[in-house]
């Protein structure tokens, strides 16, 4: 009895970081911006305009590359 209920509380903290991360990468989707820094840019500029911050920026771009407009439908999954 004692293991179950252990293994509940691991599986709690898994959804609520899962749920965190849905969240961090659907706000990063958002607030993308092309002129945000990021692997495939050299931009000058110095102010970032993704919500997420750096993370983000980076986050949103690579999503962008490898999915395209299917990106948004990832923080779904």
Known sequence: MVQQKDNSRFNEI??????ALGLLV????ISYHSDDPSFNT?????GIK???GVVG????DGLFQ?????AYLFPFL
């Open 14 to 19: 898994i959804g609520v970081m899962l749920i």
């Open 26 to 29: 659907a706000i990063s989707l």
């Open 42 to 46: 050299a931009s000058q500029q110095t």
């Open 50 to 52: 993704n919500w997420a």
């Open 57 to 60: 920026a980076y986050l949103s």
């Open 66 to 70: 490898l999915f395209g407009g299917g």
